[in-house]
């Protein structure tokens, strides 16, 4: 039997179950910044003003951080959005994205 899926076919649902390895590095970031800036996790829930076992479900990754809330993250720790995907973000000019399978997949355009 002959696979005719393509890139194109992948539907974005398929994306959005847990774990996904972008929420996961996602969290990891968040709690190394959170850990760098010398706040710990209750102290920093409180100041998002969501629990500390929500915060602990989105720094795993078991959880998927709403845009909104990771805005707040992001002033409250004083960085930039980009700060959080520093790692897997190609460079801004000429960037093309592919859908992460496993872990997220980048190629730059040449």
Partial sequence: ????????????????????????Y???????????????RQAF?????????????????????PASLLWYVAVFLEQDIDTFFCDILPEKNNRIFKLPETEPTFLEEK
Avoid: H
């Fill in 26 to 40: 996602l969290g990891r970031r968040i709690a190394l910044i959170r850990a760098k800036a010398c706040l710990s």
């Fill in 45 to 65: 829930a409180d100041k998002l003003g969501i629990s500390e076992p929500l915060l602990n479900r989105f720094e795993r990754g078991a959880e998927k951080i």
């Fill in 1 to 24: 039997m002959q696979d005719n899926s393509s890139q194109e076919d992948i539907q974005p649902a398929n994306f959005l179950t847990l774990p996904n390895p972008i929420d996961i």
